[in-house]
């Protein structure tokens, strides 16, 4: 019942920015830790960005001072702010969460669908 679906993603130039967001919907009682992973063609996917319930971030080497990671609590939303593209973010972007359901004590760790991110001139 719970899904995690991304949006924003799209083709722009290199220098550019993007906005990523991703709700969370369904019977959910409470979000946990919120984050976003990407996977380049051919590459593993790997962590972007992470965001506590309380807004401690965390990034990747290879974004830190371009990205910002945000959420709304009060939305179950997460976002990415996706400034400085590279053509080497092209990846498809995926948003992850811990999410306790209603009815449950325990947080089960779900992802959404992914977005694809086409920096490229």
């Known amino acids: 019942q719970v899904q995690l679906v991304e949006s924003g993603g799209g083709l722009v130039q290199p220098g550019g920015s993007l906005r990523l967001s991703c709700a969370a919907s369904g019977s959910i009682f409470s979000i946990n830790a919120m984050g976003w992973y990407r996977q380049a063609p051919g590459k593993e996917r790997e962590l972007v960005a992470t965001?506590?319930?309380?807004?401690?971030?965390n990034y990747a080497d290879s974004v830190t001072g371009r990205f910002t990671v945000s959420r709304d609590n009060a939305k179950d939303t997460v976002y990415l702010q996706m400034n400085s593209l590279k053509p080497e973010d092209t990846a498809v972007y995926y948003c992850n969460a811990g999410v306790r359901r209603v009815g449950t004590l325990r947080y089960l760790e779900v992802w959404g669908p992914g977005t694809l991110v086409t920096v490229s001139s």
């Open positions: 965001i506590t319930t309380g807004g401690s971030t």
